[in-house]
C-alpha cells in the first residue's frame, strides 16, 4: 500500500511539473506576430500643406510622439536630428508574462526628403531576448537579443500617424 501512495504521489507531482511547463511555454515573452526580420518602410502621407513645410511637419512629428494615443502612451525621443531628418524613439520594454523587459520594440522615422515635397518612412524595430534555455525550463539566463519587428505593431503606429498627420493643421 505505501509503495502506491509513493507511486501516486510521484505520478502527482510529474503531471503538475509538467502542466508548469506547458504553461509556460504557451505564455510566450513576446507577441506571436514578432518577425525575425528587418522591417520595411511604410510611407507616410501627411496633409499638402505640411508635405510642402518641412519645419511644420517635424514638429507635427514631435509632437504626435510626444503625446501617444490610445493605450500607447507617449514616446520618449532617444535621437531627433532635423538637418538629417531623423527620429528614433528609445525603447518601450513590456509585453511579458512572467518577465518585465524580454521584449522590447522603437519607432524610427526618416525623412526621406528634407526638401519640399517631404517624404517621411516609418520603420518599427522589436527585439526579444534570447535565452539559453527557451523550451522546457523556467527561464535560463539571458544572452542577447533577437532582432526583428512586429508587422501588427507598425501597421497601428502606421495607421495612427497617418490619421493625425493627414488632417489640416490650423
Not at 527620429?87 to 522615422?109: E, N, P
Request: charged share 25%.
Amino acid at each position: 500500500m505505501l509503495k502506491w501512495v509513493g507511486l501516486v504521489g510521484c505520478v502527482v507531482i510529474a503531471v503538475a511539473f509538467a502542466l508548469l511547463q506547458v504553461g509556460y511555454v504557451s505564455c510566450r515573452s513576446y507577441p506571436e506576430t514578432f518577425v525575425q526580420s528587418s522591417s520595411s518602410c511604410d510611407t507616410i502621407e501627411p496633409c499638402p500643406s505640411l508635405k510642402h513645410n518641412y519645419g511644420e511637419l517635424w514638429e507635427a512629428v514631435l509632437d504626435t510622439l510626444r503625446v501617444g494615443w490610445e493605450n500607447e502612451p507617449a514616446w520618449e525621443i532617444d535621437v531627433a536630428d532635423k538637418d538629417r531628418g531623423y527620429i528614433r524613439t528609445a525603447w518601450r520594454y513590456g509585453y511579458s508574462c512572467y518577465r518585465f523587459g524580454d521584449y522590447r520594440r522603437r519607432i524610427v522615422l526618416q525623412f526621406e526628403r528634407v526638401k519640399e515635397p517631404v517624404e517621411l518612412c516609418l520603420r518599427t524595430e522589436a527585439e526579444r531576448k534570447k535565452r539559453t534555455a527557451e523550451v522546457l525550463w523556467w527561464g535560463g539566463r539571458p544572452v542577447g537579443w533577437i532582432k526583428g519587428y512586429d508587422p501588427a505593431f507598425q501597421e497601428k503606429v502606421h495607421a495612427e500617424m497617418s490619421s493625425r498627420l493627414a488632417v489640416q493643421s490650423p
